[in-house]
C-alpha cells in the first residue's frame, strides 16, 4: 500500500479514535434523572467505532506501518459538563463534519481498493450515526390534550 494511502487510513483511524462520541463517553455531561439513553447510545456509537477502528489499525500494520490516531481537539474540553441535550447538538454537528471528511477520504482512496472499502464502510456507519444522534436531538412527542368534562 502507498505511503498517501497510509495517510489518509491514519486520518480515518482518527475521525474514529478521537470522534466526540469518543469523548463524551469519557467525560461528566449533566444528564437528569431518566434520560441514560442518551448516554446508552453514545456508548454504541463509541463501541462500533472502536471496532471499526481496530480493523483500521490492523490494516496500516499489515502494510507495515504505524497506526496513529492523534489527539481529541482542544475545543471538545470546554464541553464536557454541559447539558446533554445540548451536547447531542454538538455531536450532531461534529459527525457531519466528520461524514464530510470521510467523503473526501473515499474519493483520495481511489487507487487503494482495500483502503477505499473501509472508508467507504466507515462512512455508511457514520451516516447511520447521524441518523441516531439526530434522532436524539428531536423533541419528545408532546401527548394529546385530554378533553376536559365539562361544567354543568
Known sequence: MKADAIHWLNRLLGLHCKSFPQYLQWSRPHVPAGRGEELEAIRAIAMDQDALADRISRMIVDADALPRSGEFPMEFT?????????????????????IATMERLVERLQTAPAAR?????????????LDTLRELVQPPAKKPAVAKPAAP
Open 78 to 98: 470546554d464541553l464536557h459538563d454541559l447539558h446533554i441535550d445540548y451536547l447531542l447538538r454538538a455531536a450532531v454537528g461534529y459527525q457531519e463534519q466528520d
Open 117 to 129: 472499502a473501509i472508508a467507504e464502510e466507515a462512512l455508511g456507519m457514520a451516516k447511520g450515526h
